[in-house]
Structure formats: structure tokens, C-alpha cells
């Protein structure tokens, strides 16, 4: 099996059109399902998973709900739109206009998900929430926040606002991390984000939408302000 630095690469590698495993990527652009490039590469999806959610993050694939996965440079697939590339915006989003974007969309994702959330998605978003309190990096860190943002938008129902969240969380990914004052080590124990996470998720369980929403609001502006004081 490889080790799973290695799934990355690989993929990298993929999408400069080296091939993988022999295969070349589709002229649609269109990638293979999670688990037949984990069954490939000989690692699980989990690997996979968070392999895609990096390239997406650079703005090198893009996720179409309902239809995969796709390369940003190749054709899209017929009846796909195009998406804008997250490189090309980065380089002209500051972190505040990253951080302006998601005060307009998060918070009402937050209002819809308190309405629309399942028990499953509730369970998952405190498993992210406790996994981002005892991550011991930065990196570990902020995968789980990019994901528990994400979910909180996938629980919308929303198909449209999920790819508007995907967009605005790709982009600042891109642009705002860089910009904030980390520990080496990762989050301090008492870093914001923790209990601001858990008030967001507790008003969703609760189905308070206007909480869920004003909670997501209050994580922000905490988050906004940590730019503006590095």
C-alpha cells in the first residue's frame, strides 16, 4: 500500500496528464469515483478524500453536485457549466473581501441548515468540531474546519449556496490562512474557533435558526479580527 503522502502526487501528476495507473484522464476532465482512484492507488478513501479537498482548495478540480468531480483546465462535461478558476481569484481577493464574502453567505447556510440538518449531518459536524479542538497542527486543523464549513452548507439543502460555499471556502482557504498568526505547534487550547464552532453546531441541533445564524455571524467577526490584528 502507499504511504499516503504519496496519494497527492500522484493525483498531481494525474491532472498534468501523466496518467495513473495507466489511465489517462477523461477529455471531459471528469474524474473516477472516490473509491475507484483509492482502489488504484491501494489506499482508502479517506486518503483520497482529502487528497481532492486540497486540489480543490488550489483551484485545480471542482465538484459538481450530482456529477463528479472534474479538472478546473480541461473542458467541462456537456451541460456543466464552467466554474471560475480559485487560483485566479485568490490573486485578486484580499483576506478581508474573503472574509466579506462569508459574512454574506455562511450566515444564512447556518439559518438553513438549523432548518434542514439531519441527525447524521448534526452527529458529523460535533465529530468535526471535537476533532478540530484536538488537532495537533495547523493543517489538521484547518481540514477540519474547511470541512465542518462545508457541511454546514451541504445541511442547507441548498444546492446552488452549497457550490456559492465551495467557491467563497476555496477561495479564502487560499488567501486567508497565510495571513493569520499562528502557534508553531497549532491552535492555542483556548483558540476562538472552538467554542464559536460549538455554539454554531448547538444551534442547529436545537433548530434555532436565527442563533445558528447569528453564531456564525459572531465566529466570523471573531475570525476578521484576528486579520485585522496580524
Known amino acids: 500500500m502507499l504511504e499516503p503522502r504519496g496519494v497527492l502526487p500522484q493525483l498531481r501528476a494525474w491532472l498534468a496528464g501523466h496518467g495513473l495507473m495507466g489511465a489517462a484522464l477523461p477529455d471531459d476532465g471528469r474524474l473516477p469515483p472516490e473509491r475507484e482512484i483509492a482502489a488504484r492507488l491501494g489506499v482508502n478513501r479517506g486518503e483520497v478524500r482529502k487528497a481532492l479537498a486540497v486540489l480543490e482548495a488550489e483551484g485545480q478540480v471542482w465538484r459538481h453536485v450530482g456529477k463528479g468531480t472534474f479538472a ?13 478558476d480559485i487560483r485566479d481569484l485568490a490573486q485578486d481577493t484580499s483576506p478581508p ?34 476533532t478540530a479542538r484536538a ?16 457541511l454546514i452548507a451541504e445541511a442547507s439543502g441548498n444546492r446552488l449556496m452549497l457550490e456559492v460555499e465551495r467557491l467563497v471556502n476555496g477561495v479564502r482557504r487560499a488567501v486567508v490562512w497565510g495571513h493569520l498568526a499562528r502557534r508553531p505547534e497549532g491552535p492555542s487550547a483556548d483558540y476562538h474557533s472552538f467554542d464559536e464552532h460549538d455554539a454554531i453546531i448547538a444551534a442547529i441541533a436545537s433548530r434555532d435558526r436565527r442563533g445558528a445564524a447569528e453564531a456564525m455571524r459572531r465566529h466570523l467577526e471573531s475570525t476578521a479580527r484576528a486579520l485585522a490584528e496580524d
Open 72 to 84: 478546473t483546465r480541461a473542458q467541462p462535461a456537456p451541460g456543466v457549466p464552467g466554474r471560475p
Open 97 to 130: 473581501a474573503a472574509m466579506e464574502a462569508r459574512l454574506i453567505v455562511e450566515p444564512e447556510l447556518a439559518r438553513l441548515a438549523a432548518l434542514r440538518a439531519t441527525a447524521a449531518q448534526i452527529a458529523e459536524l460535533r465529530r468535526l468540531a471535537a
Open 135 to 150: 488537532a495537533p497542527s495547523w493543517a489538521a486543523y484547518e481540514e477540519a474546519d474547511f470541512r465542518l464549513h462545508e
